[in-house]
């Protein structure tokens, strides 16, 4: 067997024309191996290693590629190879690898993809992007209710080769009606029953999503009820395809990495960072950090109006980092636990009374906390007990207030519609300085006026 860990080896083997060498690399190891271990040929190179294997195999190490190498790939090699390449992908996959080529090269491509490909990938590409449709494979197991196990048995033998993946069996009728399922294992049981009808012995009461669901839907659905496969229906119910458990993780990776983007105050990235062009992610990052700069802006304005007052009272511009800190922090981590909880399910916009509540409480609570060493820290530094209560009172209401506003700001988002995650710690933490602010000046002014 040789050993593939040395580029060389495998430039040397193509520079000889080694069939059986690169054939044996190709099938001695795990696709996903033998794709990790060409990763420094360049387009040319792979594309020419994998000629020395069969298609079935060929399309499983392609699909262990990087995204980049594989369109690179693509529009570099012989048209005519790539419209077979194309035509043994499962078809979401090769939905979304042809959305990172240049549209004049699918344009080639699809001319030369057999008929039937070609209006099942213009089908799933017309389908909005993060939808059940455009995650979906129409490559699923279907045999009509009308038949017996033996002959769903013999047809699904007859399918097997064109499926990506067979673990459940969905029963049609003739107008192509999602009726019920039954799993490959229920099926083999029956094989010494073979007369017994599949209508007799499928699931009737389906977990489905329909083709305009959210992705992101479709993920807590799929992770709800533990499922394998979940099957895709249009409006009339007519089943379109399904979706399997790795597009289900592709989709939870997805949004777990748009969240983190956004609860940073970054626009999400399409493609990895380095890949994303400069002026691209300048972009995304400009953006908010425009808004956040905005909003500092205005913390300065708010400043602003009581310079008089900080002149006279100096020693409370030593408490303002204290102030907007313990309201920032706290709101942000209100925001943060609210929205993962929305993202996965924990809570929904009906138990808004019972977030407030626990929010304000929790405020109470923590915020009485970080007042009594606050008030320590204002006696020790300034050492009037009355005017040294503005300190204490200020934290007590700002991190009520922060976390109240950290909750419900996500809530207030999703019931409108839009992501949650779009309310980003920094942008909790702005708007709850700008508060912390007046509040901090207010009471700041009453306490020693009182006093």
Not at 367 to 375: P, T
């Amino acid at each position: 067997m040789i050993n593939p860990l040395y580029l060389p080896e495998l430039r040397e083997m193509l520079a000889e024309q080694d069939t059986a060498g690169l054939g044996e690399f190709c099938t001695a190891l795990h696709p996903g191996r033998t794709a990790e271990f060409m990763e420094g040929l360049d387009a040319a190179e792979t594309w020419a290693v994998l000629q020395h294997t069969d298609a079935e195999k060929r399309v499983e190490i392609f699909g262990f590629l990087e995204p980049e190498k594989q369109v690179q790939v693509i529009e570099t090699a012989e048209r005519g190879q790539i419209a077979e390449l194309i035509d043994e992908m499962p078809a979401d996959d090769r939905v979304d690898l042809l959305e990172l080529v240049d549209p004049a090269v699918v344009s080639e491509l699809m001319a030369l993809v057999p008929q039937e490909d070609r209006r099942d990938i213009i089908r799933l590409r017309s389908y909005p992007e993060q939808t059940a449709g455009a995650v979906m494979t129409t490559e699923v197991a279907k045999v009509p209710e009308t038949i017996s196990v033996g002959e769903a048995m013999a047809e699904l033998t007859r399918q097997a080769s064109a499926l990506e993946t067979i673990y459940y069996v969905y029963i049609v009728d003739d107008q192509q009606h999602l009726r019920g399922v039954v799993s490959c294992r229920d099926l083999v049981s029956k094989l010494g029953e073979s007369q017994t009808p599949v209508g007799d012995i499928m699931e009737r009461d389906l977990v489905s999503v329909d083709v305009a669901d959210d992705q992101e839907m479709i993920a807590e659905k799929v992770a709800r009820y533990d499922l394998a496969v979940i099957p895709v229906v249009d409006h009339e119910y007519r089943l379109l395809g399904i979706i399997t458990h790795d597009d289900v993780i592709d989709v939870v990776r997805e949004e777990a990495t748009e969240d983190a983007h956004r609860l940073s105050a970054v626009e999400p990235l399409k493609t990895g960072y380095l890949e994303t062009p400069w002026v691209t992610l300048a972009w995304n990052r400009g953006l908010w950090l425009f808004v956040l700069f905005i909003g500092a802006l205005l913390t300065a304005f708010a400043l602003q109006r009581y310079e008089s007052d900080l002149e006279a009272i100096s020693w409370l511009v030593l408490f303002l980092p204290l102030v907007i800190s313990s309201g920032g922090n706290s709101g942000s981590q209100s925001a943060t636990l609210i929205i993962t909880a929305l993202t996965v399910g924990d809570v929904r916009l009906v138990d808004w009374w019972r977030i407030v509540r626990r929010e304000l409480l929790m405020g109470l609570s923590l915020g009485s906390f970080l007042a009594v060493i606050g008030y320590l820290a204002a006696m020790l530094l300034h050492g009037h007990p009355v005017e040294a209560l503005v300190i204490p009172i200020t934290i007590l209401l700002v991190v009520m207030g922060g976390m109240l506003l950290g909750a419900v700001l996500p809530l207030i988002f999703s019931r409108l519609g839009w992501d949650p995650a779009l309310m980003s710690n920094p942008l909790v933490a702005m708007i709850v300085d700008i508060v912390g602010i007046l509040v901090y000046m207010q009471v700041a002014l009453a306490v020693l006026a009182g006093g």
